[in-house]
T-cell receptor, first 115, second 119 residues
Framework: AQSVTQPDIHITVSEGASLELRCNYS??????LFWYVQSPGQGLQLLLK??????LVQGIKGFEAEFKRSQSSFNLRKPSVHWSDAAEYFC?????????????FGTGTQLKVEL | EAGVTQFPSHSVIEKGQTVTLRCDPI?????LYWYRRVMGKEIKFLLH????????ESGMPNNRFLAERTGGTYSTLKVQPAELEDSGVYFC?????????????????FGPGTRLTVL
């Protein structure tokens, strides 16, 4: 069965500092990997996704993530955090099964940004 | 283009009562998914519709939950009777159908969720 682990429940960083959110997955085949962000009162928004090819993927809002198969990881990074990045971040994995793409999520990481 | 909408945004009911959640997907999206997040835990898949047909309902917790998508447009999720452990945030998502030959993934667009509290 597929699973996702986000070991950090809460992270606090200062504005302008770099950020790395950890994500480890377990999946029997080549995974499709995603990072979503949820701001208060909003739905989940897709930040970036990895299907194949270049293991460093760029997303919206200046985020990037690196797929490391040997470590089963897909960590999210941002060089300089802005106060507006404070939100909850979810890593997710999916495969293709019968035309559907159900997502398996991690428990989320709540990011707090100190000014 | 309007996004995925969900109604109500919040619902507080007593144990044993019935609640119906509604999801309106993005127009033209044949895939519709329901997910649930119980407090402090991960977001979990409940079921997947392709148009009006249930493609995968492996995540439905028990027979107190009934999902429908009549006409292949909006969907409802009914909980009857509600129990305390049903409290959480229920998310709906929609996407286009993938091209079966190439198995192209299509992004799921999420609604803001319905927060259900069962007292």
């Amino acid at each position: 069965a597929q699973s996702v682990t986000q070991p950090d429940i809460h992270i606090t960083v200062s504005e302008g500092a770099s950020l790395e959110l950890r994500c480890n997955y377990s999946y029997g085949a080549t995974p499709y990997l995603f990072w979503y962000v949820q701001s208060p009162g909003q739905g989940l928004q897709l930040l970036l996704k990895y299907f194949s090819g270049d293991t460093l993927v760029q997303g919206i809002k200046g985020f990037e993530a690196e797929f490391k198969r040997s470590q089963s990881s897909f960590n999210l990074r941002k060089p300089s955090v802005h106060w507006s990045d404070a939100a909850e971040y979810f890593c997710a994995v999916s495969g293709l099964t019968g035309g559907g793409n159900k997502l398996t999520f991690g428990t989320g990481t709540q990011l707090k940004v100190e000014l | 283009e309007a996004g995925v909408t969900q109604f109500p945004s919040h619902s507080v009911i007593e144990k044993g009562q019935t609640v119906t959640l509604r999801c309106d997907p993005i127009s033209g999206h044949d895939n519709l998914y329901w997910y649930r997040r119980v407090m402090g835990k991960e977001i979990k898949f409940l079921l997947h519709f392709v148009k009006e047909s249930k493609q995968d309902e492996s995540g439905m917790p028990n027979n107190r939950f009934l999902a429908e998508r009549t006409g292949g447009t909006y969907s409802t999720l009914k909980v009857q009777p509600a129990e305390l452990e049903d409290s959480g945030v229920y998310f709906c998502a929609s996407s286009h159908i993938g091209l079966s030959k190439f198995q192209v993934y299509n992004e799921q667009f999420f609604g803001p969720g319905t927060r259900l509290t069962v007292l």
